[in-house]
């Protein structure tokens, strides 16, 4: 089955400056990569995706980048806010799939210091 | 908005006793849900999937019978703990495919606390 890497498990930064959260994953049948973000006690909320046939997609302050050779994918939010602080999860799965289920990494726990 | 809704979001009962929890698509049908439980600080651990019309496909470790999976309509899916114990105590969140414009996407609910005392 799929196995996914998630590091950091923890990450502070300052006011402004730049995160950057990278997973691996290890099915090469997996063509869907979702990030999620959970605040303490919330539902995960999908913030950004990015399917294999693409290198890099951005959405404002976040984007992702994805290398399929290697098989690792990441998060980058610029500019970073306090409200940015939560829980980061990425996932893996097959995108086609109606049925594919899920592999979440262990999610990285994101401080934005004011 | 919300697609998946999620009832209740919190739940205390007595050891021993059963709690039904209620993952509803709205405005949707979903075939196929998820069941999850996350510890505190820890990750999304699938329980099982849920399947309209057939039975759950539960993930290794999971006990069946302790964790009853009924996927009646293409709406609803309903997770009951039996014979709860406090070791059963945790977040379990549901999600559901959203079968999108730009593909399919899952989408979770609110979550529902269990305490069992």
Known sequence: ?114 | GAVVSQHPSRVICKSGTSVKIECRSLDFQATTMFWYRQFPKKSLMLMATSNEGSKATYEQGVEKDKFLINHASLTLSTLTVTSAHPEDSSFYICSAIFPGSSGNTIYFGEGSWLTVV
Do not use: M
């Not at chain 1, 196995?3 to 063509?31: F, M, R, W």
């Not at chain 1, 290697?70 to 970073?80: M, R």
């Open chain 1, 1 to 114: 089955g799929e196995n996914v890497e998630q590091h950091p498990s923890t990450l502070s930064v300052q006011e402004g400056d730049s995160a950057v959260i990278k997973c691996t994953y290890s099915d090469s049948a997996s063509n869907y990569f979702p990030w999620y973000k959970q605040e303490l006690g919330k539902r995960p909320q999908l913030i950004i995706d990015i399917r294999s046939n693409v290198g890099e997609k951005k959405d404002q302050r976040i984007a992702v980048t994805l290398n399929k050779t290697a098989k690792h994918f990441s998060l980058h939010i610029t500019e970073t806010q306090p409200e940015d602080s939560a829980v980061y999860f990425c996932a893996a799965r097959s995108f086609n799939t109606n049925a594919g289920k899920s592999t979440f990494g262990d999610g990285t726990t994101l401080t934005v210091k004011p």
